[in-house]
């Protein structure tokens, strides 16, 4: 299979229109070494023809016409995009649906929360139905987690439930419903090999411990570097935790976890415009240099 990073930011994008911590500044300004990035989305082949979008971000459209494969031109309207898996329903990883209703009606794989989200709190399948429609196909995080996306036989997808949290607009944001967010394991039947998909990633359970520890690859959580980043700069009085995201540094960090595994190859997505890491000559960077994690950036492709 292959995999296209299509956005490797968090919500907001790098560098967001409205920040000048010394990040999105130095982007802007050029002087710091950092790459600007779109807002957190991959896209999965098995035969580089078909692709199955991984969340749908306000930055589609700009990740679409950077990313040639995803639109063949074989007929007047064409997409290469055959299904849409959310793995939550933030407004970083939805809010693109909006931006594909002139075509033919979605098929979206969601949990059930994500769903419920996604017709009450911040409802854009019903505004869709108006347009181009939905086709939902429920994904479940009990029972049999594995699921298939019709057009990728050769795919099987599980969904593993994450302890994360829903967004802030969700009436089960301070009650965490199963389901508000997943983490995707995907396995090519053909050579076996697994990645796994975490973009929102607040806890290590001990059911999800082996899921990483399987895979060949890993696109996990790289939000923040510290626990407590927003509010050291006085952008936010909420902690990593708070929000659902495992930051990098400190004890039971993400490095931590990271290192411990031998197998997959590591990769950081969905990494906020404050996180140190994005700067090229960070001490940072070079710490996750030096465990053989890498740092996500939009058009970097895997093959598996
Ligand atoms: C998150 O990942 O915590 C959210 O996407 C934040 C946001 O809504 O921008
Ligand atoms: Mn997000
Ligand atoms: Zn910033």
């Known amino acids: 299979m292959r995999i296209k990073i299509l956005g490797a930011a968090a919500g907001g994008g790098f560098p967001q229109w409205n920040c000048n911590c010394f990040?999105?500044?130095?982007?802007?300004?050029?002087t710091i070494r950092a790459v600007p990035r779109t807002q957190s989305s991959i896209a999965v082949s098995a035969d580089d023809v078909n692709w199955i979008l991984f969340n749908a971000s306000p930055d589609i459209l700009t990740q679409i016409r950077a990313t040639p494969a995803l639109q063949p031109a074989r007929v007047i309207r064409d997409t290469g995009i055959i299904g849409i898996v959310l793995t939550d329903s933030q407004i970083d990883h939805v809010?693109?649906?909006?931006?594909?209703?002139?075509?033919?009606?979605?098929?979206?794989?969601?949990?059930?929360?994500?769903?419920?989200?996604?017709?009450?709190?911040?409802?854009?399948?019903?505004?869709?139905?108006?347009?181009?429609?939905?086709n939902r196909h429920p994904?479940?995080?009990?029972?049999?987690?594995?699921?298939?996306?019709?057009?990728?036989?050769?795919?099987?997808?599980?969904?593993?439930?994450?302890?994360?949290?829903?967004?802030?607009?969700?009436?089960?944001?301070e009650?965490?419903?199963e389901g508000d967010t997943v983490g995707i394991r995907v396995q090519d039947t053909r050579s076996g090999k697994v990645l796994f998909y975490a973009p929102g990633l607040g806890e290590i359970e001990p059911h999800v411990a082996p899921y990483l520890a399987e895979s060949d690859c890993v696109l996990v959580d790289g939000t923040f570097w510290t626990g407590d980043e927003l509010i050291q700069m006085g952008i936010s009085t909420k902690?990593?935790?708070?929000?659902?995201?495992?930051?990098?540094?400190?004890?039971?960090?993400?490095?931590?976890?990271?290192?411990?595994?031998?197998?997959?190859r590591k990769i950081l997505v969905h990494i906020n415009n404050t996180n140190p890491?994005?700067?090229?000559?960070?001490?940072?960077?070079?710490?996750?240099?030096?465990?053989?994690?890498?740092?996500?950036w939009d058009g970097m492709e895997i093959e598996l």
């Open 23 to 30: 990040n999105c500044a130095g982007a802007r300004n050029g």
């Open 95 to 134: 809010v693109g649906l909006l931006m594909l209703r002139e075509g033919r009606a979605l098929e979206i794989y969601c949990t059930d929360a994500v769903h419920e989200d996604l017709t009450t709190g911040a409802p854009l399948f019903n505004i869709l139905k108006h347009y181009c429609g939905v």
């Open 139 to 173: 994904i479940r995080t009990r029972g049999d987690r594995d699921f298939a996306v019709t057009g990728a036989e050769s795919l099987v997808f599980t969904a593993v439930p994450l302890r994360s949290k829903a967004p802030p607009y969700s009436p089960h944001r």
């Open 175 to 177: 009650n965490s419903k």
């Open 239 to 264: 902690p990593a935790h708070a929000m659902g995201h495992l930051p990098q540094s400190g004890g039971g960090g993400m490095i931590g976890v990271l290192t411990s595994l031998s197998r997959p």
């Open 277 to 296: 890491i994005l700067n090229e000559d960070s001490p940072e960077r070079l710490e996750l240099s030096g465990h053989g994690i890498e740092v996500g």
